[in-house]
């Protein structure tokens, strides 16, 4: 940070509130976490200066020998952590390694059958503002109204009647677990391809928290830096069969040179999903979630599907005043970062929305537990409650700084930023 304090002062100064915000606040956007000294180490590193087009071993530039390495620790590690057959590693993002996988199966017109966006879905998976919906005839399914969970005979109705080429599989709020053996089941009896997006749950798959969606997949995409605690990118599993498929997705036809330093990091990350400690993280990410959904339950606040399986609650406003948009305002004033969120029912916009979504991934590697998150149950029910008593959101806001200061991101001899994540 000297170099950067000397060199560019006003970059300097917003990483540095940055930092303090991540160290006061209450970090519960389900899709976030805080990744370790040497995942941070290895994102920084020398490797942002190579370029590296093509694969380990069959590179278009010299001097790769050591991207090599990297990139071949990151795939080992990723097939052998999901046991997969076969890793590519390069996707910038989740969204990339989406895009890789329909390439790989479809052309522009076919039919795709995904989870709508307000019931729980993705962009990628056929929004008609993203490039999935723009490219792809996208027929949706959502959760039953009755009880907020996936219906998959009317799923399986749905992949029957529309014939899709690809079935797109999971979400971006969704409590439960999903059963991706019956969407494998779907997709067969439909004729069409399973890609499954696990990113929200990647670390609970990891750990043995959630079904692996792995033998029952033809592709599964993942973001790296949510549950699985990794820098910022996405990466692609797939059956040895569509390999040289994936691969050539990837690059050369969506993306130009990898990322390395990302790659390295990956590498970091995957190693530390693959020791034992991980699963004890994941375990605790769930309890604290339903933690949670109780103390919110107890309160009187409705959330999706009554409860939860995973990493995040669905609060559920719909029929109300209180819109999403005014209750993340107020949890952020009192210092609890979470973000608004359609839910199904939804009738306003994505700006305003009727729900909030709220997850214990960062919080669980900050080292909080079940006591702290009655805690924070109560402070959000009460915020929740009141969204414009300015007075509460102050006190709530001094007590979550309070609790903040006994949870550091890091200890004294960690570098500064990154959680020492040695007993999580
Ligand atoms: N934007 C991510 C999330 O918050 O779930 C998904 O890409």
């Known amino acids: 940070m000297d170099d950067l304090r000397r060199c560019d ?25 805080f990744v370790s000294p040497a995942v941070r180490e290895a994102t920084g ?24 390495q990297v990139e071949e620790l990151a795939r080992t590690r990723a097939t052998t952590l999901f046991a997969a057959d076969h890793a ?5 993002s989740g969204a990339q390694a989406n895009m890789a996988g329909y390439f790989a199966f479809l052309s522009p017109g076919d039919r795709i059958l995904g989870m709508n966006l307000s019931h729980g879905g993705h962009l990628t998976h056929g929004s008609p503002v993203n490039f999935s919906g723009r490219y792809f005839d996208v027929t949706s399914y959502g959760v039953s109204e009755s009880d907020g969970r996936l ?24 409590p439960r677990i999903i059963d991706f053996a019956a ?8 004729g069409a391809a399973l890609l499954v997006d696990m990113a929200h749950v990647a670390g609970l798959v990891a750990g043995g928290h959630h079904p692996t969606p792995v033998p029952h997949a033809d ?22 069969e569509h390999a040289a498929a994936i691969d050539k997705m990837v690059f050369p036809c969506i993306q130009g040179g990898p990322l390395v330093h990302v790659i390295a990091a990956k590498a970091v990350a995957l190693g530390e999903a693959l020791s034992p400690g991980f699963a004890e993280y994941g375990r605790r990410v769930v309890e604290n979630a339903r933690v949670l959904a109780d103390v919110l339950l ?28 005014q209750a993340e305002e107020a949890l952020g004033r009192a210092g609890i970062a979470v973000n608004k969120n359609t839910v199904p029912g939804e009738t306003r916009s994505p700006f305003v929305t009727s729900g909030l979504r709220i997850g214990t991934p960062a919080v669980t590697t900050r080292g909080m537990g079940p006591g702290e998150m009655r805690r924070i149950g109560g402070w959000i029910a009460d915020v929740v409650e009141d969204v414009e008593n300015e007075d509460l959101a102050a006190r709530v806001r001094r007590e979550v700084e309070e609790l903040c200061r006994g949870f550091p991101l890091y200890r004294p001899d960690s570098p500064p930023g990154g959680p020492d994540l040695a007993e999580a």
Do not use: W
Request: aromatic content about 6%.
């Open 9 to 33: 002062p006003q970059v300097h100064r917003a990483v540095a509130h940055e930092t303090e915000r991540q160290l006061a606040h209450l970090e519960m956007i389900a899709s976030e976490n």
């Open 183 to 190: 969407f494998g089941e779907i997709a067969r009896e439909a």
């Open 298 to 325: 107890e309160r009187g606040v409705r959330l999706v599907s009554g409860g939860t399986d995973t990493h995040l609650v669905l609060v559920d406003f719909v029929g109300g005043d209180l819109t999403g948009k």
């Open 88 to 92: 590519n590693v390069q996707p910038h």
């Open 151 to 174: 219906d998959y005979d009317a799923i399986r109705d749905a992949a029957l009647r529309t014939r899709p080429k690809v079935i797109v599989a999971g979400a971006s709020a969704y």
């Open 45 to 68: 590193s020398v490797f942002t200066h190579k370029y590296a087009e093509g694969l380990p071993g069959r590179r278009y530039y010299g001097g790769c020998e050591h991207a090599d």
């Open 219 to 240: 592709v599964v995409t993942t973001t790296t830096h949510k549950t699985l605690r990794g820098p910022r990118g996405g990466l692609v599993l797939c059956r040895q």
